[in-house]
């Protein structure tokens, strides 16, 4: 966000009129509603949020020697982090690195503390809370993961840069889309495809009470400014989007609109969530 400019809370349409939502469906007398979708949306980042790691680091452990050369590791630049990985792609596939290296490396990544109880938690309560997750790593090793964790059913919906093995067996990364955001790298705004899902589902006849957001990452800033005050921002502690939630309620009282519950473990947002769906909250 840049200094001074108000920020743009995330759009909340008010559904179009549908039959489905507008009222029940008389069948041979009888009254039958459509169900109810959740009233509150769940967004997870990925890396060092669901996973206690970095993935694009995880995966340099399929390497030869578990490390990347200097000449490639020279490459990176800020701002181009998807492009940087894939040159690391292209480099661990010149090395041998196949698709089940990859898969096994993915699925032993372990997840954050309390993670397990937090989905534990939202397994029980899925008619509670509809689930997805934005994340710039990519869809490939996210899968891997969520699969061998039994938590992939969970989300409705998973953002992230698309990915997969082409012809000679390397994997490959593409960005998720272009924007216009200048906080955030090039191959992604998280906070503009969380607006676009709103509205999107927002057609679909689906609003939520309440948005609750839980990230660790810079890029889990930018969508989270965007929450208003009905909403719920969990920054990990000690971690970019925490720091930088901290700056803003020092610089701009009152610009951060959202409720801010820090965690150093899930068991923290389960907690908050658990005492959510009892009335305490």
Request: charge should be neutral.
């Amino acid at each position: 966000m840049r200094p001074g400019k108000e920020p743009q809370p995330l759009a909340r349409l008010s559904p179009p009129p549908s039959p489905a939502y507008e009222a029940a469906v008389l069948i041979k007398g009888v009254s039958m509603a459509a169900p109810k979708p959740p009233k509150y949306l769940l967004a997870f980042d990925f890396d060092e949020t669901i996973i206690n790691e970095n993935s694009d680091d995880s995966v340099i452990r399929a390497a030869p020697g578990q490390a990347l050369p200097e000449h490639i590791r020279q490459t990176f630049r800020d701002g181009f982090y998807n492009e940087y990985m894939q040159r690391v792609f292209e480099y661990l596939g010149d090395q041998g690195v196949k698709m089940l290296n990859y898969k096994t490396v993915y699925e032993n990544i372990p997840l954050s503390p309390g993670m397990p109880e937090l989905f534990q938690f939202l397994s029980k309560n899925q008619d509670q809370f509809e689930i997805i997750l934005l994340s710039d790593a990519n869809m490939f090793g996210i899968e891997c993961t969520l699969r061998a964790a039994g938590v992939y059913s969970l989300f409705r919906k998973i953002f992230s840069n698309p990915s997969g093995f082409d012809k000679r067996g390397y994997l490959t990364l593409g960005p998720y889309h272009t924007h216009k955001c200048p906080q955030c790298p090039a191959n992604m705004c998280k906070r503009k495809i969380l607006t676009e899902y709103l509205m999107e589902r927002a057609q679909e006849g689906a609003e939520f009470e309440s948005i609750f957001y839980v990230g660790d990452g810079a890029n889990d800033f930018c969508p989270s400014v965007a929450l208003t005050s009905t909403d719920i921002a969990f920054p990990r502690k000690g971690y970019p989007m925490h720091q930088m939630t901290q700056e803003m309620e020092k610089k701009q009282p009152r610009a951060f609109q959202a409720s801010v519950v820090p965690w150093d473990s899930a068991v923290e947002v389960c907690r908050y969530l658990q005492e959510l769906l009892k009335g305490k909250c």
